[in-house]
């Protein structure tokens, strides 16, 4: 399995971006895939999920801002991130697994361990 992140960069705050996660060898139909972001000094967080089993999930500390989608494929998955603001500064993580689901219990604050693939990650940085 591999994921693999794109989109990212430098932007403006209050500016928009789109983060795509390509899995090849996983589905939506397999399990979960979602982000975490990891910032300079903090701990990697949950950021968001989507599942066929759970639907979607977005933190509440991006609710409002973030959202997350698939396509038709069902191996891509979309975080699309608006009103950006400087603490949204971070690297991003797509992660697949396929026995976990798609929970606040699981995906709001601190990485508790446990995701079965990752993908590299990628710098978002939000600067004037």
């Known amino acids: 399995v591999q994921l693999v992140e794109s989109g990212g960069g430098l932007v403006r705050p209050g500016g928009s971006l789109r983060l795509p996660c390509a899995a090849s060898e996983f589905s939506l139909d397999e399990g979960v895939i979602g982000w975490f972001r990891q910032a300079p000094g903090k701990e990697r967080e949950g950021v968001s999920c989507?599942?066929?089993?759970?639907?979607?999930y977005v933190s509440q500390d991006v609710r409002g801002r973030f959202t997350i989608s698939t396509d038709n494929t069902r191996n891509t998955v979309y975080l699309q991130m608006d009103n950006l603001a400087p603490e949204d500064s971070a690297h991003y993580y797509c992660?697949?697994?396929?026995?976990?689901?798609?929970?606040?219990?699981?995906?709001?604050?601190?990485?508790?361990?446990?995701?079965?693939?990752w993908g590299k990650g990628i710098l978002v940085t939000v600067s004037s």
């Open positions: 989507i599942s066929r089993e759970d639907g979607t």
């Open positions: 992660a697949a697994d396929r026995e976990r689901g798609c929970r606040g219990g699981y995906w709001y604050g601190p990485y508790v361990g446990g995701m079965e693939y």
